[in-house]
């Protein structure tokens, strides 16, 4: 079985900041990994995912999430946040061969003005 | 526009009535999910479905019910509700045809209250 955790569960920053949100994942098979973003009373949109080869994944909104495979990490970054990145994100992790996905607890980033 | 629909978006359930959550989706997906998502703790997976005809049990199925009888329709039943099914529905579907793997894609939710 797989499991992710997301050890944050708000991060606030200020606008134009940088920003990582940490998501660690535990599995004994290779896995996908994913990002999504949930805004208010909306439901998920997929960021970004790793399949395979280059660790540095590029997502839309100027995301970006770098697997790591010794620390079993998948950290989302952004190197300048706008408002409108105010919203809910979750890590989620999907075992090779199978559909099931496993969702994190997830981070609220408030984005401050 | 291609995508997930669920309905209904909103519901209120008196304890022990029993309900359908519709959801369809249009892009020939084969494999569907139900998920809630209560605060802090994530989404949940309820049942899935890897074709038509086929399910199974996710992390928390008691109460709820499904079946797959087309491609495109996965409803979730609610045998006979109580307070603790009270959550935000999501049906996702996702597609690894060609080799392709995709991501999920969401429908919009359904927001469900049982008094």
């Known amino acids: 079985a797989q499991s992710v955790t997301q050890l944050d569960s708000q991060v606030p920053v200020f606008e134009e900041a940088p920003v990582e949100l940490r998501c660690n994942y535990s599995s004994s098979v290779s896995v996908y990994l994913f990002w999504y973003v949930q805004y208010p009373n909306q439901g998920l949109q997929l960021l970004l995912k790793y399949l395979s080869g280059s660790t540095l994944v590029k997502g839309i909104n100027g995301f970006e999430a770098e697997f790591n495979k010794s620390q079993t990490s998948f950290h989302l970054r952004k190197p300048s946040v706008h408002i409108s990145d105010t919203a809910e994100y979750f890590c989620a992790v999907r075992r090779v061969g199978y559909q099931k996905v496993t969702f994190g607890t997830g981070t609220k980033l408030q984005v401050i003005p | 526009n291609a995508g997930v629909t669920q309905t209904p978006k909103f519901q209120v359930l008196k304890t022990g009535q029993s309900m359908t959550l519709q959801c369809a989706q249009d892009?020939?997906?084969?494999?569907m999910s139900w998920y809630r998502q209560d605060p802090g703790m994530g989404l949940r997976l309820i049942h899935y479905?890897?074709?038509?005809?086929?399910?199974d049990q996710g992390e928390v199925p008691n109460g709820y019910n499904v079946s797959r009888s087309t491609t495109e329709d996965f409803p979730l039943r609610l045998l006979s509700a109580a307070p603790s099914q009270t959550s935000v529905y999501f049906c996702?579907?996702?597609?690894?045809?060609?080799?392709?793997?995709?991501?999920?894609?969401f429908g919009s939710g359904t927001r469900l209250t049982v008094v």
């Open positions: 479905s890897v074709g038509a005809g086929i399910t």
């Open positions: 892009m020939n997906h084969e494999y």
């Open positions: 996702a579907s996702s597609t690894s045809t060609g080799g392709v793997i995709g991501g999920y894609t």
